[in-house]
């Protein structure tokens, strides 16, 4: 071979290495603005402006306390909010405080929204000699960076603010796919119910099953901001039974009518830890998981779906496709014991119209996700693939006698791993991609307490109580027609004592996911065949940014399909980081 | 003809149940921001119930001149000894020319504070930064004292119910203290500067003009 063959021969092998391992790559690039002291503490949005420029929100507040014990105590703090303006690169434009007093009285801000190409700003006011919470919503004038005009008042809920013993009330705004209609949810404050005493003064024990009072209220606004469809102390409640329902998702469809999906109190029993350290004997009763679907239209006809009694569901989302019709996707369960273990993932499509059942598509989770998501079957996997026989053997005698000393209970969770992800309780994601395909992500979360205690030489014991939140690997499913396709991404993370405000982002471009997690970009294919992720060096501490000493990371947003918006802070220092994936 | 104007009647009233009463959009925040709070006071007339125990019927007018600050005038009548330590600091000192147990014949003092305030929220509910100048001159058989105190105040002010207020404050500042005698004896003035502070408390009533 002459040297003239070695040299196309080499040229040839070193484009074959770098295509293929681009094709393995994600291509991730992190931009960032110009360090800026921000006004406030925290940011608590950003949304993306028609001219391709970015505006943010930050919170922060004036005033102070002093306390001495609890005896003197001197508090005073209003709520501050601040508007910050960037250009397209990410740099400061402009940063002014958004006022929100209003004849005098100090409003509270509740959500920033983009409604028919205007910005408005809800905000709400508890007046407290009508025991009512308002919600008024004010024009936001891009040029002044001001609102503009009056507060026109929305919504109302029942607040009886001075007195104790109540639950907060709350509004929730959201708005149709097409941004044609907006609702409004309101909720009372509720008076908490005392648990009854014993006359030791012990509570007794009573299920929280069928006491709440799940009624609520909602507006539905079309875009003149006109009420289309309203109801007062609303209730999802079943023919013919006594199981009440609160709202675990809803929305608002194109022609303004709304859907509620309501959640059966017996499923947040069952998924709650609690429930088992209780030991409660009424186990039994976890028959009920059902869903209920309840479409509200504008002239107050009503339609009901309800998921059969025999398929136990631990959590489900609405979802719109192009044609109008209602894809619910969720989580089945299995009972074991007093825990519903999520085993696999469920879409039922409905008709828009009156709700009749078009297609329900049900699928467990693989052998070979199950493997990988529940790390007792991944260290089971490598005894078994040990060479070392004499160990293995060992190992699987002393594994032989933990199983014959468990009782019939601990031997059910133990088995469940092997057709359930154990630690995943909720929806993370669901979306539908441009083809009508419903895609879930799913992520094992759960949480560690260590209480350790610590004797110092003088006899003084000090316990303390660690709260480790885990955030560890993903489930990425896809319903592609009649077939589901699955596939995991595995990472683990622990945040202490505190949890994460927002675990990961999630973004669903051209059949692709495209995931944001703690320092990881992951992104699947059309049909989940690969799952690829790329190191995010804005999270990493090598990447230095002149005059921020430590960057720290406390909120994100995904703007757009394939953006993702992060400010690094350091006290009043601030950096926006642009990720973009392609 | 009856049947006829019954069945419209009827469709008439089923059409008006079968429609939806629907709640609209108001414009009108004053009617829902109306608590009956005075949260918007332009001034402040206030006792200060602290000044009580030096002795001092103190009475303050606070004005707002904008959304942060404002400025507050006081006057106050002694109508007792009272108890004032830094006097009583004083009066150890120079006690064998001014006896501290002289009977006090009459006792005046005014003030002058610009105030701070935190979030655009003057006058009402918030942190306020003060700075004051009071003096005060207390005249017994022999002589009279004067107190001039300049001090900085970081204090907070409430609403209680829909117009009462409240202040509570911490006070740092510098006493610029004088013994005169009054009398024929020719007895030398003493001049004494030491430390001011404390904590001060009082109530008023907002008012909105």
Redesign the interface.
């Known amino acids: 071979m002459n040297f003239s063959k070695i040299s196309i021969l080499l040229f040839l092998i070193i484009v074959c290495t770098n295509t293929s391992l681009a094709q393995g790559q994600i291509n991730v690039q992190e931009r960032h603005g110009d360090l800026f002291e921000q006004e406030g503490r925290g940011f608590i949005d950003v949304v993306e402006l028609p001219n391709g420029g970015y505006m943010s929100l930050s919170t922060g507040?004036?005033?102070?306390a002093?306390s001495l014990g609890n005896i003197i105590r001197?508090?005073?703090y209003?709520a501050?909010h601040y508007v910050q303006v960037y250009d397209k690169n990410l740099n400061l434009v402009e940063q002014k405080q958004l006022d929100l007093?209003?004849?005098?009285?100090?409003l509270a801000f509740e959500k920033l929204v983009k409604f028919q190409n205007e910005f408005y700003v809800f905000s709400t006011?508890v007046?407290?000699?009508?025991k009512?919470k308002?919600l008024?919503y004010s024009k936001f004038d891009m040029d002044k960076r001001a609102l503009e005009g009056?507060?026109?008042?929305?919504a109302?809920v029942k607040d009886p603010a001075a007195k104790t013993g109540y639950s907060e009330s709350s509004f929730d705004i959201t708005l149709s796919k097409d941004e044609k209609y907006m609702v409004v949810f309101g909720k009372d404050a509720e008076l908490i119910k005392k648990e009854r005493k014993s006359f030791f003064g012990k509570s007794s024990k009573q299920s929280k099953i069928g006491t709440h009072d799940f009624n609520f209220t909602f507006?539905v606004?079309d875009k003149d901001?006109?009420?289309?469809?309203?109801e007062k102390n609303y209730a999802v409640t079943l023919k013919e039974s006594s199981d009440k329902f609160y709202v675990r998702d809803f929305a608002v469809d194109d022609k303004g009518a709304i859907y509620i999906l309501g959640k059966n109190d017996v499923v947040d029993e069952l998924t709650r830890a609690e429930v088992k350290s209780n030991k409660r004997a009424t186990w039994v009763d976890i028959n009920k998981s059902a869903f209920v679907l309840e479409k509200i239209n504008p002239?107050?006809k009503t339609e009901q779906y309800i998921t059969s009694e025999n398929d136990l569901l631990v959590d489900m989302n609405i979802l719109f496709d192009k044609k109008g019709h209602i894809n619910l996707v969720g989580l089945n369960g299995e009972q074991v014991y007093a825990k519903l273990a999520t085993t696999g993932v469920s879409r039922i499509v409905l008709d828009n119209d009156n709700l009749d059942e078009i297609s329900n598509v049900n699928d467990n989770f693989t052998e070979d996700v199950l493997e990988h998501v529940n790390d007792i079957m991944e260290s089971e996997k490598s005894i078994d693939n040990m060479r070392n026989e004499n160990r293995k053997s060992r190992i699987q005698k002393k594994t032989d006698k933990k199983l014959a000393k468990m009782t019939p209970e601990e031997k059910a969770y133990f088995d469940i791993k092997k057709r359930a992800a154990l630690n995943v309780n909720s929806i993370a994601f669901s979306g539908l991609d441009e083809n009508g395909d419903a895609m879930i992500v799913l992520e094992e979360q759960h949480l560690e307490i260590v209480t350790s205690s610590y004797t110092d030489a003088n006899g003084r014991t000090t316990t303390t109580t660690t709260y480790y939140y885990h955030y560890d690997d993903l489930i990425f499913t896809k319903f592609i027609g009649d077939d589901v396709v699955q596939n995991y991404y595995k990472k683990s993370f622990v945040s202490i004592n505190s949890p994460l405000q927002k675990s990961m982002d999630v973004s669903l471009k051209d059949g692709e996911l495209t995931v944001m997690t703690q320092g990881h970009i992951v992104k699947s294919d059309g049909d989940l065949s690969k799952v690829r992720d790329a190191e995010l060096k804005a999270f990493s501490r090598s990447e230095k940014i002149p005059g921020m000493k430590r960057k720290y990371f406390t909120y994100r947003k995904t703007v757009n399909e394939d953006t993702i918006l992060a400010p690094a802070q350091n006290g009043k220092k601030v950096v926006w980081y642009k990720i973009t994936v392609d | 003809m009856t049947r006829i104007v019954l069945f419209f009647c009827i469709g008439y009233t089923l059409n008006a149940f079968s429609q939806k009463d629907l709640p609209t959009t108001d414009s009108n925040a004053k009617y829902y921001l109306d608590d009956g709070k005075n949260t918007d006071a332009d001034a402040d007339f206030r006792i200060a119930a602290t000044s009580l125990i030096t002795g001092f019927l103190d009475l303050a007018y606070e004005q707002r001149i904008n959304h942060t600050y404002s400025v507050e005038l006081g006057g106050g009548y002694q109508f007792n000894k009272g108890v004032d330590v830094f006097k009583l600091v004083d009066d150890g000192v120079v006690s064998l020319s001014f006896p501290s147990d002289e009977e006090l014949t009459k006792g005046m003092g005014f003030s002058l504070t610009a105030k701070r305030y935190g979030g655009e929220e003057a006058i009402s509910q918030m942190t306020f930064q003060a700075l004051t100048y009071r003096n005060r001159t207390s005249t017994f058989e022999t002589y009279k004292y004067n107190a001039q105190d300049i001090f900085y105040t970081l204090g907070w002010k409430y609403l209680l119910s829909n117009s009462i207020s409240a202040q509570a404050g911490f006070n740092a500042g510098l006493r610029l203290s004088k013994y005169a005698h009054t009398g024929t004896a020719r007895i030398k003035d003493v001049k004494k500067t030491g430390f001011y502070g404390g904590f001060s408390a009082g109530f008023g009533c907002y008012i909105k003009y």
């Not at chain 1, 007093?101 to 100090?106: M, P, Q, R, T, V």
């Not at chain 1, 009056?150 to 929305?154: A, E, L, M, P, R």
């Open positions: 507040s004036a005033g102070g002093f001197f508090v005073q209003k501050l007093d209003h004849l005098g009285k100090n006011f007046n407290e000699k009508n009512k308002y008024f009056s507060f026109i008042k929305v109302e507006w606004l901001f006109e009420i289309i469809n309203y002239d107050g």
